[in-house]
């Protein structure tokens, strides 16, 4: 599975695509997809958000979905999703929406 | 300390009023990314994985406490209550919106900072000895001519767009506490037999994915011909530094591949023409800056030796912060005071704001309004009466900064790494902390004894840790973090890059692996006087091997 991210352009903050078409602040609302159409259509949708000046650094990124929860199968993005392991105070992980991520 | 003239004060609001305008023109659409980034990265704008990241200029680490009260500030106002100081003596924010850099740019003009040159293929932040002006051991303060650097080097036409980026750092002091052997070029500052100041000059250290050690190309430069030996330098690198290849760029792979003698005599060819030119410094020049650096008046305070006598005898932990992060000043009545930003669990180098505010406080009132940022990530108080130790220590406990560790082995180096970086491949932060949480009892590590540790996320070594006596650079396998261990590194005068000592430890060994290698310094070293990188150059690395990796080692 995959899921498209970057990061918004004016404050920075990580943001994942999801299915009612805006940038989630939180991983658990990213859009999956499973097979080669939908990636060229994530990675459409990324391009366009680039190219309007939405976001930055867009990545398709590889995850696995247990029981309806999406997890990043790199570190990188399992603290990308959730903040600093150090300062669990900090990030996403500071907000409970995104706990579990 | 230096102060800005009107060029200065001039040239920083320009880039403030340009750079604003850039990121407006972004935030409006009107210039894309692929435009931005080389004018953000100017300006010390990065992207990091959580955020932006900016990184300001300290210049060889030198703060007053105006300056470091507006870190924390910024801190506070437009980041999430933190810093993080860096083995450049820099200061990086994680968490900054694009949208707030003017106004933070604006905040750290009106106190003389910026973030010019923190990023790109210019001459970066000049470093120097974080006791320079203090140290006991020192021929002169190198930083006038650290200021010279800056001043020549700030947006130079000539070397804006070097092959790579490009990285000087100097000292005053025999012993090398500015790792001036693996950077670009180091600067030695010293006296000849006459009394005459100059420099001997290292080129091509570096460290990075090729660790290579400077060469010594001129043992005795007098200190007139700083800018046009080192304008010679630069023009061979920039003619033939390969611009090919992002990893042979850097003067290190050059003089390497061009040999110590011939690049010599390439610097000595084009140093012939701008010797007695427009470059040579006045005497006069040098003076006038000098005197930005004058040390403070320091009046005698001679009640300092029985104020301490009786403090040790009244707080014992007092006592061990006083041998451990005091060292002796030019000035008999005066200390130079490391607070260390070590604390255990803490991330290394990582202050908060009011922290910040407390030192800067504390820099005000015992402290002639001076701070240094070390190298080794932490902040040092320079000119502190003795009689007044014990009410900076007390200072101190109150805002968590006592940490008695100075050159202990939880006085760890780290890199931010996969905590924040985006070129990471592990985390350094979290083994920090691991570590300095096994290593918390402070006679154990004064019994183990001077110890450097340093901890890079990738290859990058940001984190120096090819300088360590150990060393720990985290690389990714198959998905997962995994720590190399080298030893024998070592960043000062007699600078040497660790060896790998064979195959590396998951996150939840590396710790353990440490642990061992102490064990087995313990059990081989002479006696307590023999620190580990001595031992270590003494045996090698066998007991170190069949330590961590027993028969297995011996087979292989
Ligand atoms: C945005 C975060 C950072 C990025 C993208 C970054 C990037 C890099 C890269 C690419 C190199 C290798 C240069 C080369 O070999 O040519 C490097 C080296 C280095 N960086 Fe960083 N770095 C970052 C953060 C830091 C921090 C936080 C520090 C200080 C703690 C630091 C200090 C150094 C040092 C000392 C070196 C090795 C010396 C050398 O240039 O050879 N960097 N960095
Ligand atoms: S060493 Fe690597 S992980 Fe650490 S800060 Fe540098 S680039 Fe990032």
């Given at each position: 599975m995959k899921i498209l991210t970057a990061n918004r352009l004016s404050d920075g903050e990580a943001v994942w695509y999801a299915a009612d078409g805006t940038w989630a602040e939180t991983i658990d609302r990213a859009e999956t997809v499973a097979d080669k159409l939908g990636e060229s259509r994530l990675e459409a949708i990324g391009k366009a958000a680039y190219d309007n000046d939405e976001v930055v650094d867009v990545n398709l990124i590889d995850v696995v979905v247990t029981d309806g929860i999406i997890r990043p199968t790199r570190l990188r993005e399992v603290i990308r999703a959730a903040g600093p392991t150090n300062r669990t105070d900090l990030g996403k992980q500071a907000r409970a929406s995104a706990r579990h991520a | 300390m230096y102060r800005y003239d009107e060029f200065d004060h001039d040239f920083v609001q320009a880039r403030v009023a340009e750079f604003s305008d850039q990121v407006e023109r972004r935030l409006a659409g009107e210039i894309t990314e692929d435009q931005f980034k080389p004018l953000r990265l100017m300006n010390g704008v990065y992207l990091q994985l959580h955020a932006y990241m900016l990184r300001v200029a300290i210049p060889y680490g030198t703060l007053n406490s105006k300056q470091l009260r507006m870190l924390g500030h910024i801190a506070r106002k437009y980041d999430k209550g933190y810093g993080h100081f860096t083995t450049r003596q820099n200061i990086q924010y994680n968490w900054p919106a694009l949208s707030d850099m003017p106004a933070i740019l604006a905040d750290l003009a009106s106190v003389e900072m910026h973030a010019i040159q923190t990023s790109g293929n210019c001459i970066r932040n000049v470093t120097a000895d974080h006791f320079a002006g203090a140290a006991a051991d020192e021929v002169a303060d190198p930083r006038p001519y650290a200021e010279i650097l800056r001043q020549w080097s700030s947006v130079h036409p000539e070397f804006s767009y070097l092959p790579r980026k490009f990285k000087i750092a100097v000292t005053g002091a025999k012993r090398d506490r500015a790792a001036i052997q693996v950077h670009d070029i180091g600067l030695h500052l010293k006296k000849d037999e006459t009394g005459a100041l100059g420099f001997a000059v290292y080129v091509g250290g570096g460290q990075g994915r090729t660790p290579i050690i400077a060469k010594k190309i001129r043992d005795f430069l007098p200190e007139e011909h700083l800018l046009s030996y080192i304008t010679a330098i630069m023009r061979v690198y920039n003619l033939h530094g390969r611009r090919d290849n992002k990893y042979k760029a850097r003067i290190k792979i050059l003089v390497h591949e061009t040999g110590v003698e011939e690049f010599t005599r390439q610097v000595d060819a084009e140093w012939a023409h701008l010797k007695d030119g427009e470059l040579a410094l006045p005497e006069a020049d040098i003076r006038a800056i000098s005197t930005y650096f004058a040390p403070p008046a320091l009046v005698a305070r001679p009640e300092g030796d029985e104020a301490l006598r009786l403090a040790r005898l009244d707080s014992r932990s007092f006592g061990e912060w006083l041998d451990q992060n005091v060292v002796t000043h030019k000035h008999p009545d005066y200390a130079a005071v490391t607070i260390s930003l070590k604390g255990v669990g803490e991330a290394p180098g990582d202050a908060s704001d009011s922290q910040m505010e407390a030192v800067a406080d504390l820099a005000e009132r015992y402290g002639f309004d001076e701070i240094r940022v070390s190298h080794e990530q932490n902040l040092i108080l320079p000119h502190v009466a003795r009689a007044d130790l014990?009410?900076?220590?007390?200072?101190?406990?109150?805002?968590?900064?006592?940490?008695?560790?100075?050159?202990?082995?939880?006085?760890?180096?780290?890199?931010?790494?996969?905590?924040?970086?985006?070129?990471?491949?592990?985390?350094?932060?979290?083994?920090?902390?691991?570590?300095?949480?096994?290593?918390?009892?402070?006679?154990?590590?004064?019994?183990?004894?001077?110890?450097?540790?340093?901890i890079s996320g990738c290859i990058n070594a940001c984190g120096h840790h090819h300088v360590g006596h150990i060393g720990i650079l985290g690389v990714e396998k198959k998905g997962a973090e995994l720590y190399q261990v080298t030893l024998g590194g070592s960043g000062d005068e007699n600078t040497s890059v660790g060896e790998i000592i064979g195959r590396g430890f998951g996150p939840e060994d590396i710790t353990d692996a440490v642990e061992t290698i102490v064990e087995t310094y313990l059990r081989v070293r002479l006696d307590s006087s023999e620190i580990f990188l001595d031992a270590y150059r003494r045996v090698g690395q066998a007991p170190f091997k069949e330590a961590l990796y027993g028969s297995e080692a011996k087979a292989a």
């Open positions: - | 014990r009410a900076v220590y007390d200072a101190l406990v109150e805002i968590g900064l006592q940490t008695a560790n100075s050159n202990l082995i939880t006085d760890i180096i780290a890199c931010p790494g996969l905590d924040y970086c985006a070129l990471a491949n592990a985390r350094s932060i979290s083994v920090a902390q691991e570590i300095t949480h096994r290593f918390n009892s402070l006679e154990r590590q004064r019994d183990i004894g001077e110890l450097k540790l340093k």
